[in-house]
């Protein structure tokens, strides 16, 4: 009934920049919260940087200064910028919504397929 799908992964050089995108489509009503997560090989799964209805936002201290959430309601889009991308930021990125739909009168939890980032040299 709801579908994630991202793009804009791919392999960069350190330092470099790279822009992540996640559209909803569905049976839609709301979408509240918005978020990236990422997941490196052999780590735990963590939040990068989440945005509100209200478009406050909130990022993991390994984000701050260099990634920057934003999001298009219109769209049902999602965006994160990220700058001066570190090898360390080599992980698969996850979009998150909470969408509340046509069919259910509850919030639901959806996830995007993911992509992968690469920073190498």
């Known amino acids: 009934q709801v579908q994630l799908v991202e793009s804009g992964g791919g392999s960069v050089q350190p330092g470099g920049s790279l822009r992540l995108s996640c559209a909803a489509s569905?049976?839609?009503?709301?979408?509240?919260?918005m978020s990236w997560y990422r997941q490196a090989p052999g780590k735990q799964r963590e939040l990068v940087a989440s945005?509100?209805?209200?478009?406050?936002?909130n990022y993991a201290d390994s984000a701050k200064g260099r990634f920057t959430i934003s999001r298009d309601n219109v769209k049902s889009t999602v965006y994160l910028q990220m700058n001066s991308l570190k090898p360390e930021d080599t992980a698969d990125y996850y979009c998150?919504?909470?969408?509340?739909?046509?069919?259910?009168?509850?919030?639901?939890?959806?996830w995007g397929q993911g992509t992968q980032v690469t920073v190498s040299s």
């Open positions: 998150h919504m909470r969408i509340l739909t046509h069919l259910s009168a509850t919030l639901g939890t959806y």
């Open positions: 945005i509100t209805s209200g478009s406050s936002t």
């Open positions: 569905g049976s839609i009503l709301r979408i509240c919260d």
